[in-house]
Nanobody, 123 residues
Framework: QVQLVESGGGLVQAGASLRLSCVASGRTARWNPRAWFRQAPGKEREFITTISWNGASTDYADSVKGRFTISRDNAKNTVYLQMNSLKPEDTAVYFC????????????????WGQGTQVTVSS
C-alpha cells in the first residue's frame, strides 16, 4: 500500500504561482513514477504531468507546458508541482498519483491516489 498526501493548494489571483507537494509513505519502492492530474467541476479528470523515478524524464500536457514544472526529492519521498502564471481555467482539484511504470497519461494506470488539494484561480 502507498499513501499519498497533497498540500499547497489555495486561492490565488490570475498570474500568481503556487507549489503543490505530494508526500508518499508506505511501500513506495515499486510505485515511484508519479503524476499529477486535475479535475474541474463537471469535467473528467485530466492528466497534467508525470515524472520518472529518478526525475530524469518528465512529460506535460500541452495546457500546462511552459508554466508548470514537476520535480521530486526522493530523500523526502516528495513530488512537487510548481505552477506559474496561473489562469482561471487552472481551477480544479489537483491529485497526486503513483504508478509502476513511467509515461502513462491514463489515470487507470495509477493505482494509488491522494485525496486532492483545491486550487482556485480568480480573474
Amino acid at each position: 500500500q502507498v499513501q499519498l498526501v497533497e498540500s499547497g493548494g489555495g486561492l490565488v489571483q490570475a498570474g500568481a504561482s503556487l507549489r503543490l507537494s505530494c508526500v508518499a509513505s508506505g511501500r513506495t519502492a515499486r510505485w515511484n513514477p508519479r503524476a499529477w492530474f486535475r479535475q474541474a467541476p463537471g469535467k473528467e479528470r485530466e492528466f497534467i504531468t508525470t515524472i520518472s523515478w529518478n526525475g530524469a524524464s518528465t512529460d506535460y500536457a500541452d495546457s500546462v507546458k511552459g508554466r508548470f514544472t514537476i520535480s521530486r526529492d526522493n530523500a523526502k519521498n516528495t513530488v512537487y508541482l510548481q505552477m506559474n502564471s496561473l489562469k482561471p481555467e487552472d481551477t480544479a482539484v489537483y491529485f497526486c498519483a503513483a504508478g509502476s511504470s513511467y509515461g502513462s497519461t491514463n489515470q487507470h494506470d495509477y493505482p494509488y491516489w491522494g485525496q486532492g488539494t483545491q486550487v482556485t484561480v480568480s480573474s
